[in-house]
């Protein structure tokens, strides 16, 4: 059977022989009309995750208290980081959850920094997420003001070649650090060509997942990867505020020290011992008690992911957001879209963002539709003018696509934004 690859009936083939089609089920989705494409920002919940939860609660916590710690709970971040490791390429031992994606950027700039001294420079891009900037510009007031910033612009705010980040390291160059897929443009850096030339300078990698880690396969230890941080909130599904985690490759870490000295990063913090000692391994990076529910909600998340496959999820990423820029281009061009991510899969992880003039009012329209009987789209809103659909491959499927882009059409059409106002709400 042949389709118009327009038409609905065409989408809807494209799920029936999806792969991962069967994932869909294990993620609360209670309301059938709503069309989430903001797994990028927050990841549905795993309906196992509610089920862990109300054990952690009932029984760990409500029956087992302070018994746990000893049943579990200390280990957790360690654990629970080993299987992480399989998403992203990393030996269990090499990953460690704790605190957030912006206090391990911290943690471990400064760590790297005061590793590498003489050298002065940090490199990053404009692609880079607002907060890695603000942490970056403390940590450089925090010692001393002796750094400097290097930021290299996007020649089309939505590529960065490799050869021109590759031109930019030097011999001054201390710590190269960047978003792996770009939060705005979704543009995906070459891990392993610049981790190369980066070694090859004597300057040190960090890399924040926070946007590739579950939809795009990632290889820290294949690609020379010394350090990286990310969030486990998106596409990992580990809820809101979950614990962040922080890579670093075996060889560098008794070289690193951690700046923020907590009785968790200590050698034997149940000694109590007034002097600290940095932990031998991972927990080195540990501050303070672990928030321990939001923690066991990672593990449901990731498993789901490991059963599914990185390579499987990759592919269907691809297929997803290759399809709803066919459709974009078809059906959304003339109203004034424009597609701001890479065409080329290659080097695009698994949102796109499409830019319009009137970006943030339509965005509102897609999640409060006025008519009762329209469905309601979720995607998220990035000044200036970029409107991003996150592509969740375990649960978001070809028709939900298919849909985003009508109602985008019959919206636009009707100029049915135009009631909202261009003031915008705090959290977009
Ligand atoms: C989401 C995101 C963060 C979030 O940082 P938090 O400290 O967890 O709030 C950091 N960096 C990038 C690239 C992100 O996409």
Not at 82 to 108: H, Q, R, Y
Not at 178 to 202: P, R
Not at 302 to 312: K, N, R, S, V, Y
Not at 378 to 400: K, Q
Request: net charge negative.
């Amino acid at each position: 059977m042949t389709y118009n690859p327009l038409s609905l009936e065409y989408a809807q083939s494209l799920d029936a022989s999806d792969a991962l089609a069967d994932f869909r089920s294990a993620f609360a989705a209670p309301d059938a009309r709503l069309i989430y494409l903001d797994g990028n920002s927050l990841g549905r919940l795993p309906l196992a995750t509610q089920t862990r939860l109300e054990q952690a609660i009932r029984t760990e916590w409500g029956e087992r208290l302070i018994r746990s710690w000893n049943e579990g709970w200390l280990e957790a971040p360690r654990r629970i980081a080993a299987k992480l490791a399989g998403i992203i390429g990393a030996p269990p031992e090499e990953v460690i959850l704790a605190d957030a994606t912006s206090i391990n950027l911290f943690k471990l700039a400064v760590a790297a920094l005061r590793a590498n001294p003489g050298r002065t420079t940090i490199l990053t891009d404009e692609f880079n997420f607002p907060s890695d900037h603000y942490i970056l510009q403390g940590v450089i007031d925090l010692l001393g003001g002796q750094h400097r910033l290097k930021v290299l612009r996007s020649p089309d705010g939505i590529h960065l070649p490799a050869e021109h980040v590759i031109a930019a390291i030097d011999g001054d160059t201390a710590l190269v650090t960047f978003s792996h897929v770009a939060f705005k443009s979704a543009y995906l850096h070459e891990l392993a060509a610049i981790n190369a030339a980066a070694q090859a300078a004597g300057a040190l990698t960090l890399w924040d997942l926070s946007h590739s880690a579950g939809a795009v396969p990632v290889d820290l230890q294949g690609s020379g990867a010394d350090m990286a941080i990310g969030c486990t909130y998106k596409y990992l599904n580990g809820g809101p505020g979950a614990p962040a985690y922080l890579f670093v490759r075996q060889e560098l870490q008794s070289r690193l020290r951690s700046p923020v000295w907590g009785w968790f990063g200590d050698a034997a913090p149940f000694e109590f011992e007034l002097a600290y000692r940095p932990a031998e391994d991972m927990r080195r990076f540990q501050v303070g008690t672990p928030p321990v529910l939001s923690l066991l909600a990672i593990e449901p998340g990731i498993d789901l992911l490991a059963q599914a496959g990185m390579p499987a999820i990759r592919t269907k990423s691809i297929a997803l957001t290759k399809y709803l820029i066919e459709l974009a281009d078809a059906r959304l061009a003339e109203s004034g879209f424009s597609i701001a991510t890479p065409r080329n899969p290659a080097r695009r992880g698994s949102h796109v963002a499409l830019r319009h003039a009137e970006g943030y009012r339509i965005n509102r329209a897609l999640i409060e539709p006025l008519d009762p009987h329209e469905i309601t789209v979720i995607p998220d809103f990035r000044a200036p003018d970029v409107i991003r659909l996150g592509i969740a491959p375990l649960y978001t499927g070809f028709v939900d696509v298919w849909q985003a882009v009508e109602r985008l059409v019959r919206l636009t059409t009707a100029g049915e934004y135009t009631r909202f106002e261009k003031n915008r709400l705090a959290v977009t």
